[in-house]
């Protein structure tokens, strides 16, 4: 780019005969005008940037500050997980679910085993069908605290992050409660659970259920009729109801597009159908839109906990079936049967009949499709994730092509990407 | 078994092959030639209106024998039907499909993720390139089952290619087309550029 000065007279030429500063009008310097309109940049976002939410790209052409060219790059965190699914057994591919969408590990652990056990016919037992909608809508609280707490931080407002972070926090703690870890809960099994919720867990989630939607009103009551925020966000990046089909966008991104389109609705999987929440759908499509449906989200999925624990059964968590659940450690140890059964599942692995399996559900993000082929054996053929925020970044240069460059940072905020899911 | 089948073979005859009735969902096999047409007349048919791709993937088998398939997950959103559309491919032959970007602009990622992926090529595709790997990436295609877990070349050799990756190589030449970025590159780009040498790491000795 060749480099352009512009010479501007900002002095005054002298004083008049009274003393004072002779007033000249602002005026272009003379000669020929510079032609600002003409050259195009090039910028480059990412794949280390804060607001770009995780190792993303994007090159960006701009002619001024408006968006002309939006090109992604994707990729810096592939890890392989599809390939490495297929030189695992069943129950090794769950911890590799965590690693995926690492911000709702326990949605992933449910969806992965939900498409196993669609492949092998297992039916699991009512108390694992309850806890497992427990793990779902705990991860999409803490997905969605995350995508407001740092979106908010993209659009200028640092307090609700910290509130965001902070209700975050009390689900970690109850994550870790429950499965050990923070991150990688590896929480499902197939056929059923890593373990049962541990004493004490039950009455902190009732004391987070009560608790929690005082926050969600107090982030309410800073964003929603905040002028600053609906003016960076109301209006942009707007994807109409036939757009968002079309680009197969799934989740908080087609429901703010005015798609009524909620697999817990429309296809319910463990027993959704009899919970009493609500789908928020939006009509514009744009950015506040999806603010406002993954806000109302957060109020559902605490109606939804309120009721799965109230509810709870007592029971096993896991199918009464030796051929895919491992026996006790004791029992493993002092009888015959036993003993050959954790065996044979350690070493061989559970064997799956041949034929192939989808289960789509609903995750934070949208769709997580787990697609199962297997050949009979006790790995599988192939293992695909269907990975809802790959599928809805593919519509951010439609969205963002013509925008300002500010809008660009405020779109890339609405998809709700997590570089994990998108590079596997 | 879903009703759009009979339909599909009374207008496609032949060109629908078997389909089958796996745990509930039903997969019906597509010749490689009518694909689009298959494709735009389950969109587009009252009655059927798969208005929704829900994913483009391609499966290939352990067993050397049995063709490659491009799997489509195809809903109908307003009536909660899924149909699962196959379409397979000889591995010996030529791995082509007819790209179906032109009736869903979010088959646009997935079918370069396949293409990616698979090495199956989707004519008529706006802009196949490479998505997970980067483009100059020489190794094959990964989720192949002749291409080995730990990659192609050995760790040493992928080290090095890393570590001497030209610059440039992280714009495309669509990109360096942008703003004349081009002429601002440095000569001894500028030249690796014009020699074609875009990315390419010099053989080891």
């Given at each position: 780019m060749s480099k352009r000065t512009v010479e501007l007279e900002l002095a005054t030429p002298g004083l008049d005969a009274q003393g004072a500063p002779v007033r000249v009008p602002l005026a272009p310097a003379p000669g020929d005008a510079p032609d600002l309109g003409a050259e195009h940049m090039l910028v480059n976002l990412g794949p280390q940037h804060p607001a770009t939410h995780g190792v993303l790209r994007l090159v960006v052409e701009l002619d001024g500050e408006t968006v002309v060219r939006v090109i992604p790059h994707i990729g810096y965190l592939h890890s392989g997980f599809e390939k490495l699914g297929e030189y695992?057994?069943?129950?090794?591919?769950?911890?590799?679910?965590?690693?995926?969408?690492?911000?709702?590990?326990?949605?992933?652990?449910?969806?992965?085993?939900?498409?196993?056990?669609?492949?092998?016919?297992?039916?699991?037992?009512?108390?694992?069908?309850?806890?497992?909608?427990?793990?779902?809508?705990?991860?999409?609280?803490?997905?969605?605290?995350?995508?407001?707490?740092?979106?908010?931080?993209?659009?200028?407002?640092?307090?609700?992050?910290?509130?965001?972070?902070?209700?975050?926090?009390?689900?970690?703690?109850?994550?870790?409660?429950?499965?050990?870890?923070?991150?990688?809960?590896?929480?499902?099994?197939?056929?059923?659970?890593?373990?049962?919720?541990?004493?004490?867990?039950?009455?902190?989630?009732?004391?987070?259920?009560?608790?929690?939607?005082?926050?969600?009103?107090?982030?309410?009551?800073?964003?929603?009729?905040?002028?600053?925020?609906?003016?960076?966000?109301?209006?942009?990046?707007?994807?109409?109801?036939?757009?968002?089909?079309?680009?197969?966008?799934?989740?908080?991104?087609?429901?703010?597009?005015?798609?009524?389109?909620?697999?817990?609705?429309d296809k319910p999987y463990l027993g959704y159908e009899t919970y009493d929440f609500d789908v928020p759908v939006g009509e514009h499509g744009d950015v506040y839109d999806r603010y406002l449906v993954r806000l109302e989200e957060c109020y559902q999925s605490n109606r939804i906990l309120a009721q799965a624990v109230e509810r709870l059964?007592?029971?096993?968590?896991?199918?009464?079936?030796?051929?895919?659940?491992?026996?006790?450690?004791?029992?493993?140890?002092?009888?015959?049967?036993?003993?050959?059964?954790?065996?044979?599942?350690?070493?061989?692995?559970?064997?799956?009949?041949?034929?192939?399996?989808?289960?789509g559900i609903e995750n934070p993000k949208g769709e997580l499709g787990n697609y199962f082929v297997s050949d009979g054996t006790a790995k599988p053929v192939r293992w695909r994730i269907r990975p809802p925020s790959f599928i809805n970044l593919a519509s951010i240069a439609r969205m963002a092509e013509g925008r300002l460059l500010s809008d660009l940072i405020a779109i890339n905020a609405s998809v709700d990407i997590v570089m994990g899911e998108i590079d596997r | 078994m879903n009703p759009s089948v009979d339909a599909l073979r009374t207008t496609f005859g032949s060109a629908i092959g078997r389909a089958l009735d796996v745990r509930g969902d039903t997969i019906v096999y597509v010749q490689r030639e009518r694909l689009r047409d298959v494709m735009r007349w389950l969109r587009d048919t009252p009655g059927h209106e798969y208005h929704y791709l829900v994913d483009v993937t391609a499966v290939e088998y352990r067993d050397r024998e049995r063709p490659l398939e491009v799997v489509y997950f195809l809903r109908a959103l307003?009536?909660?039907?899924?149909?699962?559309?196959?379409?397979?491919?000889?591995?010996?032959?030529?791995?082509?499909?007819?790209?179906?970007?032109?009736?869903?602009?979010?088959?646009?990622?997935?079918?370069?993720?396949?293409?990616?992926?698979?090495?199956?090529?989707?004519?008529?595709?706006?802009?196949?390139?490479?998505?997970?790997?980067?483009?100059?990436?020489?190794?094959?295609?990964?989720?192949?089952?002749?291409?080995?877990?730990?990659?192609?070349?050995?760790?040493?050799?992928?080290?090095?290619?890393?570590?001497?990756?030209?610059?440039?190589?992280?714009?495309s030449m669509e990109e360096l087309s942008i703003a004349d970025a081009y002429d601002d590159l440095p000569v001894d780009m500028r030249e690796r550029l014009r020699k074609g040498e875009r990315g390419r790491v010099q053989e080891s000795e």
């Amino acid at each position: 780019m060749s480099k352009r000065t512009v010479e501007l007279e900002l002095a005054t030429p002298g004083l008049d005969a009274q003393g004072a500063p002779v007033r000249v009008p602002l005026a272009p310097a003379p000669g020929d005008a510079p032609d600002l309109g003409a050259e195009h940049m090039l910028v480059n976002l990412g794949p280390q940037h804060p607001a770009t939410h995780g190792v993303l790209r994007l090159v960006v052409e701009l002619d001024g500050e408006t968006v002309v060219r939006v090109i992604p790059h994707i990729g810096y965190l592939h890890s392989g997980f599809e390939k490495l699914g297929e030189y695992r057994h069943y129950n090794q591919i769950i911890p590799l679910t965590d690693r995926t969408d690492y911000l709702s590990p326990m949605a992933n652990n449910v969806g992965v085993a939900m498409a196993a056990e669609k492949l092998m016919g297992i039916e699991i037992t009512p108390r694992c069908t309850v806890l497992r909608v427990i793990a779902c809508e705990m991860s999409r609280i803490i997905s969605h605290m995350v995508w407001l707490g740092t979106t908010s931080i993209d659009l200028g407002a640092f307090t609700p992050f910290l509130w965001a972070f902070q209700e975050r926090e009390r689900i970690y703690n109850l994550q870790e409660m429950w499965t050990g870890a923070r991150l990688t809960t590896s929480v499902t099994r197939v056929g059923g659970m890593m373990a049962d919720i541990p004493d004490g867990f039950v009455a902190g989630l009732k004391e987070f259920t009560r608790t929690y939607p005082k926050t969600l009103d107090e982030i309410d009551h800073v964003l929603t009729r905040n002028a600053v925020w609906a003016g960076r966000t109301q209006g942009v990046g707007v994807l109409t109801r036939d757009e968002a089909i079309n680009l197969s966008l799934s989740g908080p991104m087609l429901r703010a597009s005015g798609v009524a389109y909620d697999l817990r609705k429309d296809k319910p999987y463990l027993g959704y159908e009899t919970y009493d929440f609500d789908v928020p759908v939006g009509e514009h499509g744009d950015v506040y839109d999806r603010y406002l449906v993954r806000l109302e989200e957060c109020y559902q999925s605490n109606r939804i906990l309120a009721q799965a624990v109230e509810r709870l059964p007592a029971g096993p968590i896991n199918v009464d079936d030796p051929r895919v659940i491992l026996p006790p450690k004791s029992r493993a140890m002092s009888d015959m049967e036993a003993m050959i059964y954790h065996f044979k599942q350690v070493m061989e692995g559970v064997k799956a009949p041949v034929g192939e399996a989808y289960v789509g559900i609903e995750n934070p993000k949208g769709e997580l499709g787990n697609y199962f082929v297997s050949d009979g054996t006790a790995k599988p053929v192939r293992w695909r994730i269907r990975p809802p925020s790959f599928i809805n970044l593919a519509s951010i240069a439609r969205m963002a092509e013509g925008r300002l460059l500010s809008d660009l940072i405020a779109i890339n905020a609405s998809v709700d990407i997590v570089m994990g899911e998108i590079d596997r | 078994m879903n009703p759009s089948v009979d339909a599909l073979r009374t207008t496609f005859g032949s060109a629908i092959g078997r389909a089958l009735d796996v745990r509930g969902d039903t997969i019906v096999y597509v010749q490689r030639e009518r694909l689009r047409d298959v494709m735009r007349w389950l969109r587009d048919t009252p009655g059927h209106e798969y208005h929704y791709l829900v994913d483009v993937t391609a499966v290939e088998y352990r067993d050397r024998e049995r063709p490659l398939e491009v799997v489509y997950f195809l809903r109908a959103l307003h009536r909660q039907v899924d149909l699962r559309v196959k379409v397979e491919l000889d591995a010996t032959g030529d791995l082509t499909v007819d790209s179906v970007v032109s009736l869903w602009a979010g088959a646009d990622w997935l079918e370069r993720e396949v293409y990616d992926m698979f090495g199956i090529t989707f004519s008529g595709h706006p802009d196949l390139r490479r998505i997970l790997m980067w483009e100059t990436y020489s190794e094959g295609y990964p989720l192949r089952k002749d291409f080995p877990l730990r990659g192609r070349f050995s760790r040493a050799e992928q080290v090095r290619q890393a570590l001497n990756i030209s610059p440039e190589a992280n714009y495309s030449m669509e990109e360096l087309s942008i703003a004349d970025a081009y002429d601002d590159l440095p000569v001894d780009m500028r030249e690796r550029l014009r020699k074609g040498e875009r990315g390419r790491v010099q053989e080891s000795e």
